[in-house]
């Protein structure tokens, strides 16, 4: 092997002369004789590598774009050391962001293959051969004015076509109630390019004292694509609307609104537009809370960014401007934000029109439409309304928010609607709205969200009016006989106690190393009762070495019920590792647990405790489970055991648990089935979107970051979730390859649509790795000769005394060698190795080429 590794080093070495570097073929002749060496002339005028088509991770500007099989021609002028240059389209590079307005790119005379460092002066190349990674590097000045995270259209994924079905199944059986239920959830649908169909449907079955009740429901069925010009989702059938302006409701119809994920994560939610001046070639750094969350660079004269992407909702913003000549300008801009905000020149629509749909025997299902609106202005300020129509309900709604720099961010809307009911009569009435965000960095305190909503005695919301059944008595005129109670909503639905006014809240503060405190509360108030529904809870939560506490105390005011309730709590947990010795800690199978301790007080006196220990077991840690004891006030002793088992081809789970005169066992199993034009792939239930991994004959082959998903017996897998619109990176565990299996590249990106089934193919092959002695009229084939099996394309060189070394080899085939040019420099020879022990990790045989 030392005269193979010799051959490598010699390959990279040449002599140089003033017109051109030649490599020198007498540094090989030391120990080999011209007839046992192979013709080397091709790397004569090539001083680096061979031209042709790899498949590399390719970079711009420090970016990675995608992963991709590339041409690449050879040219010695290139700074690249390789002495090779990448075949680029015009489409390829516009994809880069080149700005097609400043540089022709179709004017190049092999629009596939682009000269683009020759275009755009200062752009270069880099290929990393042994990494198989390209590295393009263009200057600012060149590129268009595209957004941090933009990934075009153009590589936007529709996924496969395909027809899956999901599948969740939970049932249970209690032996104090002598009952048993059972639950089925089934998810089906099926895609075919940029549509897909969904249809979602239940099955419920109760066995109480030897009388049984069965049930099926259709949930909903849909069809749904994308508008790509206009960034919508498009709907058709059954669907809910968002709760930004109105109070969200179920329909049957159409619906298309504004797609937020079409956008890159720069342009999501609100940042204001940082504005400045540069004296110089400057670079720009923005800080929040401690943190850098963006720099670029600027050319002189004044610039403007807008496509920050925050690290939290609240926290100043701290620009400095770092000039060329060492000064540096810093200013701060103040920020909160809002949900409702939207950047400037952003707007967020929402149209929809069908039937009310619920399910509800009470409510009624008459035609209406909804559109709403949102959008960015100048100066941190948003407007937005909307509209509510129908033939017994019709409101309107206009609304501002802002961000006050210094004093939070604010937004205040007001409601008009006029309501018919079942009962001929008709209301008028208004809803104001207030909602206030914060932060105090200087005190560590955030006013996350603070809002107050007040309603007129004569405003209903669109769930009042479509009750069918109501209180005949609810005009604003009349007084209620049930003046100072709060009825319990039953049979009717009693207007009269419609809601007057409504306060949230949520402040936290941290004390740095001293843990951290919250508050959250909220008030409901009614007409005509001077009884409310009111909720507050506090706590604190700190750690102390390797352990976690926290300390709560809530109340519950809820006049209807009539319960008025004050619960302390107590939680404390500590890694189980922490408490054996770090040496074991890779041969623990406690090494993902945790110990944990619960205590509760009401202020009824009535107490329970709980201990427990949690965490994940085998290898994979796919395994998770709970083990609890304790005690409570009234129950005595109760406890509970649950076990979970995350699998290639699904989920399924037991639990087991026991209180006073009372055992109760239950179970779960959910999965999803794939089929597809190579065939059915069982995995873990599918969401939103999904990932198909192809890899023929990558049998048992983990993917990284995804517990238990591996692929089938034919190398295929389902990753059950993905982010639409976004990179998602797909990558095979090499540690769990075989030791007959090959893969180029174990990793790949696809970026789906919404929605979208996207496919992962990775190109393996499956076969022997040999070393193979070839030899030819009785002596070794020449050195670095170059060999092939016909049948798998596996390539190898030949090192010294014939020697290959050849991977994913089938058990028979052809081997063809090739030392030179001409027909006489080249021999075939057919193999059988089916009766050779195809376990060891390398075979060693002889095959003499003719």
Known sequence: ?????????????????????????????????????????????????????????????????????????????????????????????????????????????????????????????????????????????????????????????????????????????????????????????????????????????????????????????????????????????????????????????????????????????????????????????????????????????????????????????????????????????????????????RTKYSIAVGEYRTGLATQDNPLIAQVTAIQGLKKGISVYGGTQLSKNYKSFLFGMGANLGDFGALSFDITHANSEFADQTSSKGQSLRFLYSKSLLGSGTTFQLLGYRYSTKGFYTLNDVLNKSINDDHSENTQSPSVGTLPHIADYYDLNNTKKGKFEANISHSFGNYGSLFVSANQQTYWNTAKKNEWIQAGYSNSWKNMSYSLSVSHNNYSESQQNDTIYAMNMSFPLDKVLPKAKFKENPLGNSYATFSSTQNSNGEDAYMAGMSGTLLKDRNLSYSINYGENHQQGDIGSLSVTYNGSYGRVGAAYNYEKDSNQFSYNASGGILAHADGITFGQPLGTTSILVKAPGAKGVQLENYTGVKTDWRGYAIVPYATEYRMNRVALDSNTFGNNLEINNNVEQVVPIKGAIARASFKSSVGIRALVNISHNGQPVPYASSVIETNSSSRGLVADEGQAYMTGLPVKGVIETSWGSNAQDKCSVEYDISAMDLTQNVLRFDLECK
């Open 1 to 345: 092997m030392g005269v193979a590794i010799t051959m490598f080093i010699s390959i990279a070495m040449v002599k140089t002369s003033h017109a051109e570097q030649i490599f020198n073929t007498e540094f090989l002749t030391d120990d080999l004789t011209n007839s046992q060496l192979s013709d080397l002339s091709r790397f004569e005028q090539s001083t680096h590598q061979l031209p042709g088509i790899y498949r590399v991770d390719v970079y711009v500007n420090d970016q990675y774009v995608f992963t991709r099989d590339i041409n690449f021609i050879e040219k010695p002028e290139t700074q690249d050391k390789t002495g090779l240059f990448p075949c680029l389209d015009t489409k390829t590079l516009q994809g880069f962001g080149i700005d097609s307005e400043k540089f022709d790119l179709s004017a190049s005379v092999n629009p596939q293959c682009i000269d683009f460092t020759s275009i755009i002066e200062g752009a270069n190349s880099q290929f990393q051969f042994d990494k198989q990674k390209l590295f393009i590097s263009l200057p600012q000045a060149s590129l268009s004015n595209q957004v941090r995270g933009y990934i075009p259209p153009e590589q936007w994924d529709e996924g496969i076509n395909g027809l899956f079905i999901n599948y969740a199944l939970s049932g249970s059986k209690n032996n104090r109630t002598d009952s048993n239920s059972a639950f089925l959830r089934l998810d089906n649908g099926f895609n075919i390019g940029a549509w897909q169909f969904r249809h979602s449907g239940s099955w419920s079955y109760n066995n109480y004292k030897g009388k049984t009740y069965e049930q099926w429901n259709d949930l909903d069925t849909y069809l749904q694509t994308i508008v790509v010009p206009i960034k919508s989702q498009l709907i058709l059938g059954d669907s809910s609307t968002n709760s930004e302006i109105f109070d969200s409701f179920g329909y049957r119809g159409i619906h298309l609104s504004t797609s937020d994920s079409m956008y890159p994560d720069s342009q999501l939610g609100y940042a204001p537009s940082i504005r400045g001046v540069a004296k110089t070639n400057a670079k720009v750094t923005i800080q929040q809370n401690g943190y850098t969350i963006h720099q670029v660079n600027v050319a002189p004269g004044p610039f403007l960014i807008q496509d920050l992407n925050p690290s939290s909702i609240n926290g100043d913003l701290i620009v400095n401007i770092e000039e060329n000549d060492g000064s540096v300008q810093t200013f701060k801009v103040p920020y909160s934000s809002l949900p409702i905000l939207q950047r400037e020149g």
